[in-house]
């Protein structure tokens, strides 16, 4: 049985493709990492979108999160076993073509309308995106030199917050733009006829969501995208060693884990927090011009972040992000007015390194254990499910007192910059 993920060869980590060959792959590769990033902050649009056609509790509404991020505890383990058997390229084919089966699934659901098929839509469509995540994230990280792997995937990581930081741009205007709930004011009810008119609104944008996914799914098709080199690791070599030794790996997968419940929190309840008369009050649609400074926020961290690790370890760049991200959500939770709205807007600078700098010192060091590190904490990316917790929270104790569970995250990522990341045990890496 292959293990959890099937990354490229653990073997050949350490002896990169031509430099030539892995930028063609890491060019391919930025357009996947744009086109999931555009997709996943659709929904950033979609919730508030939904809360008012459906007339859902924030638990409700997370829910619709959390079911997008159960895909990747599900689909993780199936998509690398695909991925075994019939190779990258057409993985990644699978995944978007997957990818638009749900997002033309969106369409019968906004004409019933319906909450339990615009669910199952989301499911197909994340797991679509855990299939192109189990590829994309370890093959960046160990195409390359293995001393500039966390520079590498922040580099390719910003392109995604590229199509994030546009998305709300395009779910803004034909979604929230289109819609009597996007245009109302926060505290207006909708009658029974405005909510069926507004669930129609989703139609048009998935449907183009669809064709670009379509369209990119034959784009690469016809790519020759590299082969890494090297021979697998067998499986009996792999056994000779643990896993639970390399704390690297230990404390990288809660890492990714709780960091997820962060990132995604904020971005799930961005635009109800701005939105809000003592805070930003604005109406949703203007609020999603916002939620674009947030995205953007990332994108200029992983570029800021990618240049900054080619002259400083990537556990201090890590832990100087962790400190400020539990700063401004501090601010956040205890201010109110323009103040709270730009302390929350920060918070994505601060977390754009977060993610890939977590997986790459996650599977550092681990030799022939890489693709069983690399899947564990590609699964680890469910705590986003989570975010439900979240919702819960804001029904409970109010919206603005939830983003302390934020706060906490934070100081746990802080934790792993400064103690966890430290490998023990670690394989040496094998060089030309």
């Known amino acids: ?99 638009a089966i749900g997002a033309l699934g969106m369409i019968p659901a906004a004409r ?3 909450y339990g098929v615009t669910l199952c839509a989301l499911f197909v469509i994340a797991c679509g995106i855990t299939l192109l995540q189990v590829a994309a994230n370890p093959y960046v990280a160990v195409v390359g030199p293995a001393d500039t792997a966390s520079s590498r995937l922040n580099l390719v990581q910003a392109f995604n917050s590229l199509g994030a930081t546009l998305a709300p741009l395009f779910g803004g205007y034909l979604i929230l733009g289109r819609s009597t709930g996007g245009t109302a004011g926060a505290e207006q009810v909708l009658t029974q006829a405005e909510r069926l ?43 000779n060693h643990s896993l639970w030794r390399h704390r690297n790996l230990v404390f990288g997968i809660p890492a990714i884990f709780i960091y997820l419940i962060a990132e995604i929190g904020v971005a799930n309840l961005f635009i109800n927090f701005v939105s809000q008369p003592h805070i930003g009050n604005v109406t949703h649609e203007q609020a999603s011009h916002y939620l674009f400074l947030l995205w953007g926020g990332m994108m200029v961290g992983r570029f800021a972040g990618s240049m900054l690790m080619r002259s400083m370890s990537a556990e ?14 501090l601010v956040a939770t205890f201010t109110t007015g323009p103040t709270a709205m730009w ?5 994505g600078l601060f977390h754009s390194v977060m993610f890939p700098t977590i997986f790459t010192l996650g599977i550092r060091g681990l030799g022939p254990l890489t693709e069983e590190g690399a899947g564990l ?22 919206l603005q007192n939830s983003f302390l569970l934020t706060a906490a995250c934070e100081l746990y990522v802080l934790f792993y910059a400064l103690w966890g990341a430290k490998p023990t045990n670690a394989f040496p890496e094998t060089r030309h």
Do not use: C
């Open 197 to 239: 008119a507004d669930a129609q609104a989703v139609q048009l944008p998935y449907l183009i969501v669809a064709v670009v996914l379509v369209v990119l799914a034959i784009a690469i098709a016809r790519y020759p995208l590299p082969a890494m080199g090297g021979k697998r690791v067998e499986k009996a070599d792999r056994g």
């Open 377 to 398: 904490l590609i699964m680890a990316i469910a705590g986003g499910a989570l975010v439900v917790v979240q919702g819960w929270l804001a029904d409970t104790y109010g």
């Open 112 to 114: 019933l309308p319906s």
């Open 1 to 99: 049985m292959p293990g959890p993920i099937a990354s490229p060869s653990s073997a050949a980590i350490g002896h990169p493709v031509a430099a030539s060959s892995y930028k063609s792959a890491m060019a391919l590769l930025a357009s996947l990492f744009f086109i999931w990033g555009f997709i996943t902050v659709i929904n950033n649009t979609l919730l508030p979108h939904l809360r008012s056609v459906f007339e859902l509790s924030y638990t409700q509404t997370t829910l619709i999160e959390s079911v997008w991020f159960i895909a990747y505890f599900v689909a993780s383990i199936p998509s690398a076993r695909l991925i075994e058997r019939v190779g990258y390229k057409k993985s990644m084919v699978i995944g978007l073509i997957l990818m």
């Open 343 to 347: 302390a929350l807007i920060a918070v």
């Open 316 to 329: 201090s760049v890590l832990a100087g992000a962790a400190i400020g991200a539990t700063i401004v959500m």
